[in-house]
């Protein structure tokens, strides 16, 4: 299957004014339905630390910030940088958003039943690798999935000469994951190409009998752009020579961090943007929006 990107030539949700948690940076989107509303649990940098907060859309297009709700503590194992980059999914009655945090990176879990008060786990529920392994220095950038009664979790793992690669791993609750021995299921790019940097923030969903996967591609000069992988069982991957790059001056060095809900024959992306080549923050990162769809046949 041939997939056609169409996106929006503005942003949909920018950065707040001087002095508020997401002023400087606005990125990281992770988008669901919940309770008749879209939710946006997205990443906001204040120029110091990075913040969880929440924006509500009856359409995925006009967004209402609701403010902060996750930042990282010092005095647990999150540390005071990073409480955000995360992937959200809701049961009957709670949303369930596992999280990036701490020095190295790991993988947290927040829960709520009201979207305003967030318990966390003491602990962290994805942790780093043993010495030597190819994610040693670092898990990050979740994204959970449901197929049937497990939980996948799609992540970034960085070795020792700071590679970074995409991971896998299995749950039955959300709290206890298993890492798969397959690991790493994708590899860098060959020389030259848009992901020879380094792979991370995947985005998976289920379709047509295959498993497909959004994620974000370095090149050598930190320029980022999307890349698109398929699965027939979510372990062994074949990228595909699709690359999504931005299009517009505010995404125009950056587009990154996509988030997709699957709505019949088309899958609508969220994504960060930004008009500076940034590995990781002030880009003047904002969010955007735009649709896969199956290409026609002529």
Known sequence: M???WTAQAQPILSPGAKGKWDSSDVLNPSVLEFDGQLLNL???FDGKTWH????VSPDGIAWTKRGKILSPDPATWEGDYIAANGSELASNTEVLYWYQAGRPPQIGLARSTNLRDWQKQPKPVLESGPFGSW???GVADPCAIRSGKLLYMFYTGTDRARRQRLGVAGSLDGITWFKQRQNPIMELGEYGSFDEGGLGEPAAWASNGY???LYTGRDRKEYRRLGLACSLDGVHWEKLP?????SEPWNAKVICDPSVLVEGDRVRVWFGGGDVASPDENLHGQIGIAELRPARKN
């Open 42 to 44: 997205y990443s906001g």
């Open 242 to 246: 699709k690359v999504f790059a931005g």
């Open 52 to 55: 969880t907060g929440l924006a």
């Open 211 to 213: 498993y497909w996967m």
């Open 135 to 137: 994610d040693e220095r």
């Open 2 to 4: 041939d997939w056609q």
